[in-house]
């Protein structure tokens, strides 16, 4: 009979309350759909994790070592978003690239407010780039700083992305006035030449590789996804690495991410601290993308003056940041139509947020 | 309350700060560089469209 009750017996309530959060992270994923892919493997990992006397840790962390401490999974996946990603909206409007970099701005400003906190700068700078809105540069820079804190970061990276329709509104709101919203930006409907795209991969991962050579393994696998993409002889590849290598490895991913979130890791108030400073990261991204647009405002003439909105879209989260700066366009006028542009900072942001994620590793020491 | 030590931290946390939003900066005007570079070599020529 003991046999039956020994893992009954051992449960802790802090196992409790990680198995409810679990069912919590299933839960968002399935009813309301926030990062599903993501959320369903962690929260059920957390829940085979924490059950007494759990046999799955030991699997688990036979895949955390084979794939998370040797960064080989969200290096992968970046691989599979490379090969998603179009990058001829910037070309349509290269200036919007800037925008991808202001838009970087609560990474170090978390990271600040984190030193501020206790945690040490490794730590800090691993929380600051929850704010890159890219769950595998998060994760990637997490594993190297400080691999204690992975699961937190990754859960409040994954959840937050989720939330940008939620959180980027208010802030855009806040820092914008019904005039500045209702800017209309000029189209550019001119074509993009194939040459341009296959170089494009190939000369951004030179330039960042002789810039900062730590970055190159962060824009290198994406840009290899890319070119695997736009090469236009390899459409086998491309799909195979958009469907089931990205699917194979998030699934890999998620569920050892999870082998992290035992009670007596998660269960602490630095966890609390960190899915707070999450919140901050993603708030002043936006807000950083806004007042950059308006202050590249205040040099341009009417007419050619940028929608201040577009500016928050140079967060990763792609497409929904593009997505929610359009329908904020249309609230404000219903004629303003600004998902072209706005994808196009989305698209930059993707650039800027594993830039930010090479930058960190270089000056972090 | 904030420690001697936090403090310490923070003021590294200034400027890491500093150098990498300098950095993203310069990184993404040069990729502003090279995307123009490309597009005037290598304009979309109308066999392409076809």
Redesign the interface.
Same mark, same amino acid.
């Given at each position: 009979m003991e046999v039956f009750t020994a893992g009954l017996m051992a449960l802790t309530w802090k196992q409790m309350v990680m198995m409810i959060v679990g069912a919590l992270l299933i839960y968002l994923a399935i009813a309301k759909e926030y990062e599903p892919t993501l959320l369903l493997p962690i929260g059920f990992g957390a829940l085979m994790v924490n059950i007494p006397l759990s046999s799955a840790q030991e699997t688990l962390d036979i895949l955390f070592k084979a794939g998370i401490l040797t960064e080989l999974f969200p290096l992968l996946i970046f691989i599979g978003i490379g090969a998603m990603i179009d990058f001829t909206p910037?070309?349509k409007n290269? &200036?919007l690239?800037?925008f #991808? /970099? /202001?838009a970087?701005?609560g990474?170090?400003?978390t990271?600040?407010m %984190? *030193?501020?906190? #206790?945690?040490?700068?490794k730590e /800090?700078?691993s929380i600051g780039i929850i704010g890159a809105a890219d769950g595998p540069t998060s994760i990637y820079v997490a594993t190297k700083f400080a691999h204690n804190l992975l699961g937190p970061i990754s859960v409040a990276a994954y959840s937050y992305m989720a939330l940008v329709p939620i959180i980027q509104p208010p802030v855009i709101k806040l820092l914008t006035t019904q005039n500045e919203r209702r800017i209309r930006m000029e189209s550019h409907a &001119? *074509?993009?030449? &194939?040459? +341009?795209l296959i !170089?494009?991969p190939i000369?951004?991962t030179f330039? +960042?590789g002789i810039? %900062?050579p730590v970055s190159v393994a962060l824009i290198g696998f994406l840009m290899f996804g890319n070119l695997l993409r736009e090469c236009g002889v390899l459409n086998k590849l491309s799909n195979a690495a958009q469907n089931e290598l990205a699917s194979i490895v998030t699934i890999l991913l998620g569920i050892t991410i999870a082998s992290t979130m035992t009670a007596e890791k998660f269960l602490t108030p630095s966890t609390l601290l960190i899915i707070a400073m999450g919140l901050v990261a993603f708030i002043f991204d936006t807000a950083g993308g806004v007042l950059f647009a308006k202050f590249l405002n205040l040099f341009l003439k009417k007419g050619k003056k940028f929608n201040p909105m577009v500016g928050a879209a140079g967060i990763s989260a792609f497409p929904m940041s593009a997505r929610v700066i359009h329908n904020l366009g249309r609230e404000a006028d219903p004629f303003n139509y600004l998902l072209m542009h706005a994808t196009s900072a989305n698209v930059?942001g993707q650039? #800027?947020s594993v830039? /930010?994620g090479g !930058?960190?590793l270089s !000056?972090?020491k | 309350m904030l420690t001697h030590e936090a403090f310490t931290v923070f003021k590294e946390a200034l400027k890491v700060t500093l150098s990498g939003m300098a950095g993203i900066f310069i990184f993404m005007f040069i990729f502003y560089l090279a995307v123009l570079t490309m597009d005037r070599l290598f304009p979309k020529k109308i066999e392409e469209d076809d």
């Open positions: 910037l070309f290269p &200036k690239l800037l #991808g /970099a /202001a970087q701005f990474i170090f400003f990271m600040c %984190a *030193s501020l906190c #206790g945690f040490n700068l /800090a700078a &001119k *074509s993009v030449s &194939k040459t +341009a !170089l494009f000369v951004l330039l +960042a810039v %900062a930059a650039i #800027g830039i /930010a !930058l960190i !000056l972090v | -």
